[in-house]
Each structure stands twice: as structure tokens, then as C-alpha cells.
Nanobody, 118 residues
């Protein structure tokens, strides 16, 4: 059974930090590129950051550049999103997403809520 389970969300003040984790199971994690998406209330889901299978390349949304870092540990089947200098507009449900072009498969987690508020 394929699972992507996010954790680490919560309430944080502006300027604070959070580290999200996404634990994967049921598929060959190291063969999937991984991404974090987010969806704010009343808005469409948007890509935040992506990382290649081996972790050598990362990409970020303009809103996340310089503040967020994505990383992965293939030995632990886990991808992380380190979020620093959080802003009110970072409030959203954050989703983990895995995709394999080779297998033609993709998977979504159920999301974790991040609330940035004073």
C-alpha cells in the first residue's frame, strides 16, 4: 500500500521556522522525484519545491527561494521541507508529491497544515 505521510505542520509566528517531513512507503522512493505543494484557503494548489531522485538538483517557487530548503534521505524514504523566515502568506496545507516518469506513476500525501500567525 502506497503512503505518503506528512508531519511537522503547526502554528508558528511570522519569522519563525518549521521543518516538514514526508515519510514514504509502498514504492521505491529513490526512483521518484519528490515535491512539496501547498494550497492556501481559496487558492489553487501550487508547487513550492522539488528535488530529483538522487537529491542533486532542487527547484523552488519564487516565493520560497532563499527561505525554504528541500532535502531527502533515500535510506529513510523521507523528504523534508525546511521553512525559515515564515510569512503570513505561507499559511496553507502542505502536500507531499512523488512522481516517476519511468513508471508513469504519481502519489499524493494527505497534507499537513501550516499556520503562520501572530
Amino acid at each position: 500500500q502506497v503512503q505518503l505521510v506528512e508531519s511537522g505542520g503547526g502554528l508558528v509566528q511570522p519569522g519563525g521556522s518549521l521543518r516538514l517531513s514526508c515519510a514514504a512507503s509502498g514504492f521505491t522512493f529513490s526512483e521518484y522525484s519528490m515535491s512539496w505543494y501547498r494550497q492556501a484557503p481559496g487558492k489553487e494548489r501550487e508547487l513550492v519545491a522539488s528535488i530529483t531522485r538522487g537529491g542533486s538538483n532542487t527547484t523552488f517557487a519564487i516565493s520560497a527561494k532563499g527561505r525554504f530548503t528541500i532535502s531527502r534521505d533515500n535510506a529513510k524514504n523521507t523528504v523534508y521541507l525546511q521553512m525559515n523566515k515564515l510569512k503570513l502568506e505561507d499559511t496553507a496545507v502542505y502536500y507531499c508529491y512523488g512522481r516517476s516518469v519511468f513508471y508513469g506513476m504519481d502519489y499524493w500525501g494527505k497534507g499537513t497544515l501550516v499556520t503562520v500567525s501572530s
